[in-house]
C-alpha cells in the first residue's frame, strides 16, 4: 500500500499495488458487475466545476447572512402604538409593522436593508422579547449601534464577526459583504474535491485494465 508522488496525475500508488487491485478486479465480482477502470468523462467533470461555480456566485449574496438588530429597530419604535395595538391578531400586527418598516428601510441610504427585512421575518412573540433590548441599546451610548449586534429568534447578541479596527481602537462587528460561512465552506467543498482526487488516485491509472477475459470465466 505504498504511496508514490513522483507522478500523481497517474497513479498515487506503487506498481505492486496496482498490480494486486487489478487482480483483485479480475477474481472478484461486484453485484454481477466488474471494474471496468474506466476514466470519469471529461465533459461531466467540467459539469461538476460549472455546477460548484454556478452555486456559489448565485448564492453569494446571501451566504450566511444575519438579521441585525437594525432591520426590526422600526417596528420596535411602533409595535406600542394603537395602530398595532388594535390589530386582532399578531399576524396582522405583524404584516402592518413589516409594511412600515420595509417604507423606513427604502427610503434608507442602505440599500440592501429592504431585501434583508424580506428574506429575514420575524414573529410577534420574538419581536416582544428582542425589543427591550434594542431599546436599550438605542437609548444607551453604546460602543457598537444596531447594526453591530445581530438578532437570533428573540435573542440579541454582538456580531461574532471581527473586522478592521476602528479609530477608538475597537474592532468592527458588522458583517461584511463577504461572510465567514462562505468562505468555510469554499475550504470544505475544496477539502472533498483534493479528498476524491487523493481515493480516485490511489486506483489504477485508467489506461490499466483487467483482463475481461478471465473476468469472464
Request: aromatic share 12%; charged share 20%; hydrophobic share 40%.
Amino acid at each position: 500500500m505504498a504511496w508514490k508522488f513522483d507522478n500523481p496525475l497517474y497513479s498515487m500508488s506503487d506498481e505492486q499495488t496496482n498490480k494486486a487491485t487489478i487482480a483483485l478486479w479480475e477474481k472478484e465480482k461486484h453485484g454481477g458487475l466488474w471494474a471496468a477502470n474506466s476514466r470519469l468523462p471529461f465533459p461531466l467533470t467540467i459539469l461538476i466545476a460549472l455546477t460548484i461555480t454556478t452555486a456559489f456566485l448565485v448564492t453569494m449574496p446571501i451566504w450566511g447572512q444575519r438579521p441585525s438588530a437594525l432591520l426590526y429597530a422600526p417596528m420596535v419604535d411602533l409595535m406600542d402604538t394603537p395602530e398595532v395595538q388594535q390589530k386582532a391578531t399578531p399576524e396582522e400586527k405583524m404584516a402592518y409593522l413589516t409594511t412600515r418598516a420595509m417604507e423606513v428601510h427604502k427610503a434608507a441610504s442602505d440599500s440592501r436593508l429592504p431585501g434583508l427585512l424580506e428574506r429575514h421575518p420575524i414573529r410577534w412573540d420574538d419581536l416582544q422579547l428582542a425589543a427591550p433590548h434594542i431599546r436599550e441599546i438605542q437609548s444607551s451610548n453604546s460602543t457598537y449601534g444596531l447594526e453591530s449586534y445581530t438578532v437570533v429568534g428573540d435573542q440579541v447578541v454582538l456580531g461574532n464577526f471581527e473586522g478592521s479596527y476602528r479609530a477608538d481602537g475597537k474592532r468592527e462587528r458588522t458583517q461584511p459583504w463577504w461572510d465567514k460561512g462562505y468562505t468555510i465552506d469554499l475550504f470544505y467543498v475544496t477539502y472533498f474535491v483534493i479528498t476524491m482526487v487523493f481515493v480516485c488516485k490511489r486506483l489504477p491509472h485508467f489506461s490499466q485494465k483487467p483482463d475481461m477475459s478471465k473476468v469472464a470465466k
